[in-house]
């Protein structure tokens, strides 16, 4: 079995903070994990993900998120956060068993204010 | 590239009534997803096409829902009769790669569906 937590419903940043959006899963093989934004009235964008290799990986849109094996964390990173940023972020895995199914987040809606 | 799209973008039934999504998928991907968001949770599994087959339609809550993917292009995803429970956001996502986990799942804008 497979499950994602996302640990708050709500991040608030000041324009120009760095951010984090925490993700922890649980798979039991390896992880196939993903991030997708959700803007008001949109679908899902996919921003990065993390099949394997570098643990740090880079995404649409200047955000990067840290692959952490031992803690099982999969955490969405931006420098320098922007009023645009502000939507909702689902976090999702996959595990090499079922190639199809993904299991997402509750999602956290991200603010940034000016 | 046209993207997913999905039709329609919104309904509103009363409960009893049936109701039909429709997916187009990004031409040329073979697989193909159903998902939906129910009261501001997570995004949930139900179903997968690879080309005109299920693969996977272990997360399809009963058998009021029902997925067809006729000729391997498009998918509709049909319920009747509607209960309330049903009402939320149903999402499609589409893939090229078969067999691949670490495939890209490009999603479509939504159907949101309110049952009353």
């Known amino acids: 079995a497979q499950s994602v937590a996302q640990p708050e419903d709500q991040v608030n940043v000041a324009e120009g903070n760095p951010l984090t959006v925490k993700c922890t899963y649980s798979v039991s093989g390896n992880p196939y994990l993903f991030w997708y934004v959700q803007y008001p009235n949109r679908g899902l964008q996919f921003l990065l993900k993390?099949?394997?290799?570098?643990?740090l990986v880079k995404g649409s849109y200047g955000f990067e998120a840290e692959f952490n094996k031992s803690q099982t964390s999969f955490h969405l990173k931006k420098p320098s956060a922007l009023v645009s940023d502000s939507a909702l972020y689902f976090c999702a895995v996959r595990d090499g068993t079922n190639a199809g199914k993904s299991t997402f987040g509750d999602g956290t809606t991200l603010t940034v204010k000016p | 590239e046209a993207g997913v799209t999905q039709f329609p973008s919104h309904s509103v039934i009363e409960k009893g009534q049936t109701v039909t999504l429709r997916c187009d998928p990004i031409?040329?991907?073979?697989?193909l997803y159903w998902y939906r968001r129910v009261m501001g949770k997570e995004i949930k599994f139900l179903l997968h096409?690879?080309?005109?087959?299920?693969?996977?339609e272990s997360g399809m809550p009963n058998n009021r829902f029902l997925a067809e993917r006729t000729g391997g292009t498009y998918s509709t995803l049909k319920v009747q009769p509607a209960e309330l429970e049903d009402s939320g956001v149903y999402f499609c996502?589409?893939?090229?790669?078969?067999?691949?986990?670490?495939?890209?799942?490009?999603f479509g804008p939504g159907t949101r569906l309110t049952v009353l």
């Open positions: 993390y099949i394997t290799g570098d643990n």
């Open positions: 031409s040329g991907h073979d697989n």
């Open positions: 996502a589409s893939s090229p790669i078969l067999g691949a986990p670490g495939d890209t799942q490009y």
């Open positions: 096409f690879v080309k005109e087959s299920k693969q996977d």
